[in-house]
């Protein structure tokens, strides 16, 4: 009885260490077969809310292409242009400014742009206060007024504000009795709310969020250039044709996709189009515009 246990203890010795091999053996096989693509998104909100946001959405990416596609998310705008640069992410969604950060050291590539609800490639940067704010009816009233804006490199929440309000009101950062810039679109919000700053900009999708939750409008940019998606160069041309096929085929106003769309953020949920880099020209000549004005969009390092 003893010998015939100790044959079955060698038995399993023996085997356990083959099944495992075949099983690691055919995980790799596998792992080939679904190349690791990596996206990665500027940090729009708390990187938490980011992944809710945004994991149905790689989710969907996994099940319609033939890659696994894994989310990124850094701490700041910045941390998502290193990690494109050093090509530890493939694919970017990005803003106009941090797109022509990226482009300006030959890092990333324009690739499709996002749609709004009404079917085109733009978005508003928009001017919030509390709702409660008697004093703050206009962009004029700001003056003498502490101010939030978001991320040095936020596009919508710091440049085109920024860029509106010297050329549009003839209001320039000394006007503030005080202002800073915070790391997030809600993070504007929510400190306008706890009464921190009395006025500032953010998304506008983000302002709608809280647009009759104490928060109210009281100005917004002009149109900007959408929400981009942004590819490193060296990019594998069958996984570009894979990704653009399916997001291309997107269509909001088919129930079905709706349904599904609506669990990704409000930034990426209307669909996508082709674009190339003069679409982003005046975010460019906004960038100028304030150089000139002395104001350096490029602060946060």
């Given at each position: 009885?003893?010998?015939?246990?100790?044959?079955?203890?060698l038995?399993?010795?023996?085997?356990?260490?083959?099944?495992?091999?075949?099983?690691?053996?055919?995980a790799s096989?596998?792992?080939?077969?679904?190349?690791?693509?990596?996206?990665?998104?500027?940090?729009?909100y708390?990187?938490?809310?980011?992944?809710?946001?945004?994991?149905?959405?790689?989710?969907?990416?996994?099940?319609?292409?033939?890659?696994?596609?894994?989310?990124?998310?850094?701490?700041?705008?910045l941390?998502?242009?290193?990690?494109?640069?050093?090509r530890?992410?493939?694919?970017?969604?990005?803003?106009?400014?941090?797109?022509?950060?990226?482009?300006?050291?030959?890092?990333?590539?324009?690739?499709?742009?996002?749609?709004?609800?009404?079917?085109?490639?733009?978005?508003h940067?928009?001017f919030?206060?509390?709702?409660?704010?008697?004093?703050?009816?206009?962009?004029?009233n700001?003056?003498?007024?502490?101010f939030?804006?978001?991320?040095?490199?936020s596009?919508?929440?710091?440049?085109?504000?920024?860029?509106h309000?010297y050329?549009?009101?003839?209001?320039?950062?000394?006007?503030?009795?005080?202002?800073?810039?915070?790391s997030y679109?809600d993070?504007?919000?929510?400190?306008i709310?706890?009464?921190?700053?009395?006025?500032?900009?953010?998304?506008?999708?983000?302002?709608?969020?809280?647009?009759g939750k104490?928060?109210?409008i009281i100005?917004?940019?002009d149109?900007?250039?959408?929400?981009?998606?942004?590819i490193?160069?060296?990019?594998?041309?069958?996984?570009i044709?894979s990704?653009?096929?399916?997001?291309?085929?997107?269509?909001?106003?088919?129930?079905?996709?709706?349904?599904?769309?609506?669990?990704?953020?409000?930034?990426?949920?209307?669909g996508?189009?082709?674009?190339?880099?003069?679409?982003y020209?005046?975010?460019?000549?906004m960038?100028?515009?304030?150089?000139?004005?002395?104001?350096?969009?490029?602060?946060?390092?």
């Amino acid at each position: 009885m003893l010998r015939y246990c100790a044959i079955i203890v060698l038995f399993s010795c023996i085997i356990q260490p083959i099944l495992f091999s075949d099983l690691e053996a055919a995980a790799s096989d596998q792992g080939r077969m679904s190349p690791v693509v990596r996206l990665g998104v500027i940090t729009l909100y708390h990187p938490l809310v980011m992944y809710r946001q945004y994991q149905p959405f790689v989710d969907f990416l996994s099940k319609s292409t033939p890659y696994d596609f894994e989310l990124k998310i850094a701490q700041d705008y910045l941390g998502i242009i290193r990690l494109l640069c050093d090509r530890s992410i493939d694919i970017a969604l990005l803003g106009g400014l941090t797109y022509i950060e990226a482009a300006s050291t030959s890092c990333g590539l324009p690739f499709l742009a996002a749609l709004n609800s009404e079917q085109k490639p733009f978005y508003h940067g928009t001017f919030i206060a509390k709702e409660g704010n008697t004093e703050i009816g206009k962009l004029q009233n700001l003056k003498g007024k502490s101010f939030a804006f978001a991320s040095h490199h936020s596009t919508s929440g710091n440049l085109a504000p920024l860029y509106h309000l010297y050329a549009n009101e003839k209001i320039g950062l000394q006007d503030f009795s005080t202002y800073e810039n915070l790391s997030y679109h809600d993070s504007v919000a929510r400190e306008i709310l706890r009464g921190n700053y009395d006025a500032g900009v953010v998304l506008d999708s983000v302002a709608r969020k809280y647009q009759g939750k104490g928060i109210k409008i009281i100005g917004q940019t002009d149109p900007l250039p959408g929400f981009l998606l942004v590819i490193r160069p060296d990019l594998d041309s069958a996984l570009i044709s894979s990704l653009e096929e399916v997001l291309l085929d997107l269509d909001y106003l088919n129930p079905k996709q709706k349904a599904m769309m609506d669990t990704w953020d409000v930034n990426i949920r209307y669909g996508f189009l082709r674009v190339d880099d003069s679409r982003y020209d005046p975010v460019r000549q906004m960038i100028l515009y304030l150089q000139k004005q002395g104001i350096s969009i490029e602060s946060e390092k």
